[in-house]
C-alpha cells in the first residue's frame, strides 16, 4: 500500500472510482459515453490499450480484481487477456472489476469520503400485486429518517406510507461490496403510486458529494 501522502495517478484514481458502489462491467469502460455510462463527471478518453494496462498495473498491485460476473473464480492480470475479454467477450458473460479491500483503502486517502453522510437508497423486490417496497440505509436512525423525509418531499410517483416504517439495526454494516463498518441502520417502508409534480422534483434540494471526486 503507498503511504497515505503518496500521489496517485489520477486516471488511475478515476478507475477506482468508477467501481466505488458497484463491480463495473468492462464493457462499459468502452461505451460510447463510459462517462454517462459510469456517473462520471469527466472522461479520460483511454485508448484501448491505456486502457488494458491501466487495468492490468491497478490488477497486478492488488487493487482491482477482474473476473465474471458474479463469481467467476478466474481472474485477468494482463493486458492481453483483459482485451480479449473486451473485444472478444463470452455468450452470457459479464467480465467486471471491482475494488480490492487494498483498492477501497487507497481511494479514501484521496477521496476522503464522509461516511456519515452515505445514504444506500433503493427499491426491493416485491411479488404479486404487493406495494412498492423500498430500503434505505445509513450509519444512524436519525439520517435513515431525513433520507425518508426527503422522499416524502420529492414529488416523483412514489408516496411513501410513513406507517409502514420499519427499522432495523445492522451490526456490522456492510456499506459497499467493500466497504464494512461497526454498525449502520437499515429502513423498510412500502409506498404508494402518486401523480408525480415535476416542479417538487425540480425544487428539491441538490446533495452535495460526500467525497471529492475526481476532477480531470
Known amino acids: 500500500m503507498l503511504p497515505e501522502n503518496a500521489p496517485v495517478d489520477i486516471l488511475d484514481l478515476w478507475l477506482l472510482e468508477a467501481a466505488l458502489e458497484l463491480p463495473t462491467p468492462l464493457q462499459l469502460l468502452v461505451s460510447p459515453d463510459p462517462a454517462g455510462s459510469l456517473n ?25 480484481r477482474i473476473h465474471e460476473h458474479p463469481d467467476g473464480m478466474e481472474e485477468l492480470f494482463t493486458p492481453e487477456a483483459i482485451s480479449q475479454a473486451i473485444l472478444q467477450p463470452r455468450p452470457r458473460s ?24 452515505y445514504v444506500n437508497a433503493g427499491e426491493e423486490p416485491s411479488v404479486n400485486d404487493a406495494p412498492e417496497s423500498w430500503v434505505i440505509e445509513a450509519l444512524s436512525l436519525d439520517i435513515a429518517e431525513a433520507e425518508f423525509r426527503f422522499h416524502e418531499e420529492l414529488g416523483d410517483g412514489n408516496r411513501p406510507v410513513p406507517e409502514s416504517k420499519r427499522g432495523e439495526a445492522l451490526t456490522p454494516w ?15 417502508y412500502t409506498s404508494v403510486p402518486q401523480p408525480p409534480d415535476p416542479v417538487r422534483t425540480a425544487a428539491s434540494h441538490r446533495r452535495e458529494p460526500w467525497y471529492t ?4
Open 213 to 216: 471526486p475526481v476532477r480531470l
Open 40 to 64: 462520471m463527471r469527466d472522461d479520460p478518453r483511454f485508448s484501448h490499450e491505456e486502457l488494458c494496462e491501466r487495468l492490468a498495473g491497478l490488477a497486478e498491485r492488488d487493487l482491482i
Open 94 to 117: 459479464i467480465q467486471v472489476y471491482e475494488l480490492t479491500p487494498s483498492g477501497g483503502a487507497l481511494w479514501e486517502t484521496q477521496a476522503r469520503p464522509d461516511w456519515s453522510r
Open 174 to 188: 456492510n456499506v459497499t461490496y467493500w466497504k464494512t463498518l461497526p454498525r449502520g441502520h437499515r429502513l423498510h
